[in-house]
């Protein structure tokens, strides 16, 4: 079974607006940790964001935050006031219990248009 | 968080030759581990790094075609042995190391393949 589910393939924002980028997930351990990156068509890959499974507020960094639904095993990625330089895909990925390992999704791919 | 590099950031290679790709770290790090992206995918996990030991490979990966070298605890390499087109991909090495919330992984900014 997939563990990272990123069901939005392509999206397109308008510069200066919002875009929310889907991420659910699924495991059994209680203690896990959700990682956002960003790769621009250059390839490399940049960390933006963490949600850890035990905290309590959503997490924030800039113009990014992270709207954690725990019951929902969500945790989407919103970007405010999004600027051409956005434009990229972003991959949802997951740590679970004391493994260093990565499971990705397939990633989202962003447009922002002027 | 740490800084990595790595060489070569690109490369067009024939089919049936190897690749060596570095990786360096200007810290020590325990933990590093090698990914391919290929065209349009996502990253796969193909091994963990150790330091001083054989790498530890992921299902659907072999040594013998891609052969971790771990000398150090800053330095590593990938070879992709006896090449073919579906090789080509973004191969990029990762450390673990601090971060602002966690211990969190960090990306070089990977090596574009091309086999011809």
């Known amino acids: 079974a997939q563990k990272i589910t990123q069901t939005q393939p392509g999206m397109f924002v308008q510069e200066k607006e919002a875009v929310t980028l889907d991420c659910t997930y699924d495991?059994?351990?209680?203690?896990?940790?959700l990682f956002w990156y960003k790769q621009p068509s250059s390839g490399e890959m940049i960390f933006l964001i963490y949600q850890g499974s035990y905290d309590q507020q959503n997490a924030t960094e800039g113009r990014y935050s992270l709207n954690f639904q725990k019951a929902r095993k969500s945790a989407n990625l919103v970007i405010s006031a999004s600027q051409l330089g956005d434009s990229a895909m972003y991959f949802c990925?997951?740590?679970?219990?004391?493994?260093?390992?990565?499971?990705f999704g397939a990633g989202t791919t962003v447009t922002v248009r002027a | 968080s740490a800084v990595i590099s790595q060489k070569p950031s690109r490369d067009i290679c024939q089919r049936g030759t190897s690749l060596t790709i570095q990786c360096q770290v200007d810290?020590?790090?325990?933990?590093m581990f090698w990914y391919r992206q290929q065209p349009g995918q996502s990253l796969t996990l193909i091994a963990t790094a150790n330091q001083g030991s054989e790498a530890t490979y992921e299902s659907g990966f072999v040594i013998d075609k891609f052969p971790i070298s771990r000398p150090n605890l800053t330095f590593s390499t990938l070879t992709v042995s006896n090449m073919s087109p579906e090789d080509s991909s973004i191969y990029l090495c990762?450390?673990?190391?601090?971060?602002?919330?966690?211990?969190?992984?960090?990306f070089g900014p990977g090596t574009r393949l091309t086999v011809l």
């Open positions: 810290s020590q790090v325990t933990m």
């Open positions: 495991t059994s351990d209680p203690s896990y940790g």
């Open positions: 990925a997951m740590r679970e219990g004391p493994d260093y390992k990565l499971s």
């Open positions: 990762s450390v673990v190391s601090r971060g602002r919330w966690t211990d969190t992984q960090y």
